[in-house]
């Protein structure tokens, strides 16, 4: 019996969660919080009131004892125990007003019935309990409840038969504690068979303190944690807009290996639409094929695909491939639960790999469809073949990168062809505890064969270049001593010299050439663009200061950063590709002063950046993410963004954003967050909530205003239950915003 009611808790605790009414706490081996020894109080969240503490104890002695006021045996062999009437067996103890029965056949309890064992206790009115293996157990007017996992059950009767199937009649279930009854599942008429893995449930409810909010006529569901084919739990919403939105996921366990998620969508004034999630795995990984299709009043169908797969053969070869595709001309699913997104460019790829730590191979083909016709397609690799390794020592690091890339424009109108990218970089190393030297020479060698399409021309050219460049820190440490705590700060110079010289560049495409944003870390960097196409000139030398902090248990409480590039020489290869020696594309003297800053307190962490110009006595990139809890429970984020691009200043950024989350008592809070963007003049996120939590529920009530993907403003109420260990409810806004710090996955605490 205890087996096949653990089986029924352990399935409840996985399904919902719910608080129940007028509970009697005495009767669920409840202690309070307060009562509680400080070791247990420690186990115990901040939202929980108390423990349920089992002081039942298995006994050594393999016999049966029986024990009572009066015990008398009758002329057909049956037992009557009347007052204080306890069986104590090894495994459990059965105590009532009154029992009879016959050892090895069965017991008949009445009044006060009590029964219990390791971690478990039931209690009755009135049981019979079945020793033979072909009778049923039956338990009236019945609570359960199991200590370690917190599950509780009440029934009208609980009973289980010779086959193992348990029968629950007028039950409920839950996991709140007795003093936070938030919610209740219940079912008129409820069946667990063990044997086959499956129960199911009549006229289920969920019940949100006290108050039916779901119903289900009828629920099949699983009673152990082998997957199993059912209903998984829905999701619902409204809008002023759409209306009445609505999904039931449908698990399908299709063999050991292969398995299946199947969505169906509604939206009132939308349209309804399909998701399929496909899954399989194989000895050597997992294969995932998706699809979102919606019928749109309308657009019509909307339609995305996905298929995904990685397999590792062993510890050297590893393979896959990703298949994305919007076969319904650039229209999106407006419901989708799949991971599969709106963008301008569906890869379709496949890749082979063998890696041994230091050598490195990988042959990759990439493909895309560009939904919006309109949109510039990307090149494609047909292949990219990449091979590296790399060998350290002591005294000498050597990295070599050899990279062919055969590249196709899928519009043929305006350039592709196959590039050889040879890097070669060895840099010896000189260090002791308080300093390093480490000077190196870094070799570019690239190979095009290209193909214009306006000119319907083929041409060839190479690039070979040289850069050196000496890398050099001191280490300075002392300790401070603060009272009786001892804290260690560290001084670290750095200096940098890298002399990369001019080469003429005019015939090279640009296939994957970027600009990096300028950093106190791209400083020492020995390179000056991203990809492969341009090889940056520069003669620099950087200087940076590196500083931290770190408290008596070694943790790093403070770090700042600064430094600055010098420029010995003027930079004459840009972006573009068009070089001429005779006119400089950047001819500045020196860079910004380029700062970061960081702090990790108890009560709040800093990160800042700031990039100075010196000369103009502009600020061309001001970045601060601060995370405050300024008192418990109060939680303040803060962050800003000013970022100037002097190439393109579409791409300028000038933006505000604050959260918080208050706490109004113990279980109530209120969050919000606002973002204003200085280039717009005008907020492009308002949210504000209001949350309730305790050790078995979170509910979560907000307004939220923001700019969506196609620049224009939405709003909606989003209400979203998690009822602990069992599920969600609702639906919450899919834009990031500070409820996800408040929601926490459902974890309990922020």
């Not at 990139?621 to 995370?627: I, T």
């Not at 907000?702 to 993907?709: A, K, V």
């Amino acid at each position: 019996m205890f087996k096949h009611l653990r089986t029924y808790a352990l399935f409840f605790q996985s399904l919902f969660i719910l608080p129940i009414a007028n509970a009697q706490v005495d009767q669920w081996d409840w202690t309070p919080r307060e009562s509680l020894t400080a070791e247990q109080q420690a186990q115990l969240n901040q939202y929980c009131q108390g423990a349920y503490i089992n002081s039942w104890q298995a006994t050594n002695s393999k016999t049966t004892n029986l024990s009572g006021d009066l015990i008398v045996r009758d002329k057909k062999g049956v037992i009557h125990l009347q007052g204080a009437a306890e069986i104590v067996q090894p495994n459990s103890t059965l105590s009532a007003n009154t029992i009879e029965g016959i050892p090895d056949d069965y017991y008949r309890a009445n009044g006060d019935v009590t029964l219990r064992g390791d971690n478990q206790l039931i209690r009755s009115s009135s049981a019979y309990i079945s020793n033979n293996g072909n009778g049923t157990t039956e338990f009236n007017d019945a609570t359960f409840l199991n200590h370690q996992s917190g599950t509780r059950v009440a029934a009208k009767s609980l009973s289980n038969d010779q086959e193992g199937v348990i029968f629950i009649e007028e039950g409920f279930f839950t996991t709140c504690e007795p003093t936070q009854e938030s919610w209740q599942l219940y079912g008129s008429s409820i069946e667990l068979d063990t044997k086959s893995g499956f129960g199911t449930a009549k006229h289920v409810q969920i019940r949100i303190a006290g108050i039916p909010v779901f119903y289900f006529p009828w629920l099949r569901f699983p009673l152990d944690d082998t997957r199993q084919t059912g209903f998984l739990f829905p999701e619902f919403g409204y809008s002023g807009s759409d209306g009445f939105s609505f999904s039931a996921p449908f698990y399908w366990n299709i063999a050991p290996n292969y398995d299946a998620t199947i969505t169906p969508q509604f939206i009132q004034k939308k349209g309804e639409g399909i998701d399929l999630e496909l899954r399989h795995l194989s000895p050597y990984g997992q294969t995932t094929y998706e699809q979102s299709t919606f019928s749109d009043n309308d657009e019509g169908e909307q339609t995305l695909l996905k298929l995904t797969s990685k397999q590792k053969f062993n510890d050297y070869f590893n393979a896959g491939f990703l298949l994305e595709a919007n076969p319904t001309d650039n229209k999106f699913p407006e419901a989708n639960s799949t991971s599969i997104g709106e963008k301008d460019h569906y890869q379709r790829s496949m890749y082979f790999a063998f890696n041994n730590g230091n050598f490195f191979n990988k042959v990759t083909y990439l493909t895309y469809q560009t939904p919006d016709k309109s949109d510039d397609q990307p090149f494609e690799w047909r292949p990219r073949v990449d091979s590296s390794y790399q060998m350290t020592s002591s005294y000498m690091d050597y990295k070599v990168n050899v990279q062919y890339t055969d590249f196709y424009d899928p519009a043929e109108d305006d350039f592709d062809g196959e590039r050889v990218v040879l890097n070669q970089d060895l840099a010896l190393n000189f260090s002791n505890s308080w300093g390093t030297i480490s000077p190196g020479l870094l070799t570019q060698y690239r190979d095009y064969d290209l193909h214009d399409y306006k000119t319907s021309t083929d041409s060839s050219n190479t690039v070979g270049h040289l850069s050196s460049y000496i890398d050099s820190s001191l280490l300075f440490e002392r300790r401070i001593l603060d009272g009786q705590t001892s804290r260690r700060q560290t001084l670290e110079p750095r200096l940098s010299y890298l002399y990369a010289p001019f080469e003429y560049q005019n015939q090279v495409p640009n296939f994957d050439a970027s600009e990096p944003t300028m950093t106190y870390s791209q400083a020492f960097s020995h390179t000056r663009f991203n990809g492969s196409d341009r090889i940056g000139d520069t003669e620099q030398i950087t200087f940076g200061l590196e500083s931290r902090l770190y408290d008596a248990n070694n943790n790093e409480k403070w770090a700042f950063k600064a430094g600055q590039v010098f420029y010995l020489e003027d930079r004459y290869v840009g972006i573009n590709g068009n070089t001429n020696k005779d006119t400089a594309v950047d001819d500045a003297k020196r860079s910004d002063l380029l700062t970061s800053a960081d702090y990790f307190g108890n009560n709040y962490s800093l990160t800042a950046n700031l990039n100075y110009n010196l000369d103009d006595q502009n600020v061309n990139l001001a970045q601060l993410v601060a995370s405050m809890e300024p008192v418990d429970d109060v939680k303040i984020n803060l962050s800003y963004l000013y970022s100037i691009n002097n190439t393109d200043p579409d791409d300028d950024a000038k933006q505000a954003s604050i959260g918080t989350i208050f706490p109004l008592n113990q279980n109530w809070s209120m969050y919000t967050q606002y973002t204003y963007d200085f280039n717009r003049e005008d907020s492009t996120k308002e949210i504000v909530g209001l949350g309730y939590e305790n050790c078995c529920i979170k509910v979560s009530l907000s307004y939220q205003d923001w700019l969506n993907d196609n620049n224009v403003f939405d709003r909606g109420v989003f209400l979203q239950f998690i009822l602990r260990g069992l599920s969600t409810a609702g639906r919450a806004n899919s834009e990031a915003n500070i409820a996800d710090n408040y929601w926490n996955q459902g974890n309990v605490g922020y």
